[in-house]
């Protein structure tokens, strides 16, 4: 039997990892052939609106925020045009966040603090999963399915919050680094070559 001594640091080493795990979301680290095969829809786009809202599910109103994307390149997956946009722009509604009154002053609560924030006008090449029953999707692996395009032309790249970390693992040698931004040439290139498989 433990004696008092050593179940008193084994009960202070879970509660020290239980309150660190309460703030830290795990992922599973995907390559890019994980974030194609989970995904529902995978297009570069851009930004074109942003709203907020709700969406009511189990009795209670849930915050989301709606994103409208001109598809500029669909790679996956079926693109139903919105009403107002015409056939080129497709909507995806995400968990959002809530306002709260906290001491006088409104501060943000997330209600999923890594879902990624998309912004008005930014590009981006998204892995997103297919729409919930209540319509809500996210990217694949949350910040590594949501990868931003900076720069213009050849020397455009892309990268995601993970910094593309383990995104060339396993597959064919050359095809992507492991890590790093990537020319967008290239992730477009390695997407068809993957989806082709």
């Known amino acids: 039997m433990p004696s008092l001594r050593s179940r008193t640091a084994l009960l202070l080493v879970a509660a020290f990892g239980l309150a660190s795990g309460a703030r830290a979301t795990t992922l599973t680290q995907m390559s890019l052939r994980d974030l194609a095969r989970n995904a529902g829809?995978?297009?570069?786009?851009?930004?074109?609106?942003?709203?907020?809202?709700?969406?009511?599910?189990?009795?209670?109103?849930?915050?989301?925020?709606?994103?409208?994307?001109?598809?500029?390149?669909?790679?996956?997956?079926?693109?139903?045009?919105?009403?107002?946009?015409?056939?080129?722009?497709?909507?995806?509604?995400?968990?959002g966040t809530k306002e709260a009154a906290?001491?006088?002053?409104?501060?943000?609560?997330?209600?999923?603090?890594?879902?990624?924030?998309?912004?008005?006008?930014?590009?981006?090449?998204?892995?997103?999963?297919?729409?919930?029953?209540?319509g809500l999707s996210t990217t694949v692996g949350l910040g590594q399915g949501a990868f931003v395009l900076v720069g213009g032309g050849k020397e455009q790249v892309a990268v995601n919050a993970f910094n593309n970390t383990g995104l060339g693992r396993g597959l064919r040698a050359g095809l992507l680094p492991r890590g790093g931004p990537v020319p967008y040439g290239q992730l477009a290139q390695a997407i068809r070559a993957v989806l082709a498989e």
Not at 42 to 55: E, K, L, P
Not at 102 to 110: D, E, H, I, K, V
Not at 118 to 125: A, I, T, W
């Open 102 to 134: 906290a001491s006088g002053t409104a501060r943000r609560l997330p209600v999923l603090r890594d879902v990624p924030r998309l912004v008005k006008g930014q590009d981006y090449v998204l892995f997103t999963t297919e729409p919930s029953r209540i």
């Open 41 to 95: 829809r995978i297009f570069r786009g851009t930004v074109v609106a942003v709203d907020t809202g709700t969406v009511e599910a189990g009795g209670g109103a849930l915050p989301i925020v709606t994103y409208r994307l001109s598809v500029d390149e669909a790679f996956k997956g079926g693109f139903p045009p919105v009403k107002s946009g015409g056939p080129d722009v497709v909507e995806i509604r995400m968990i």
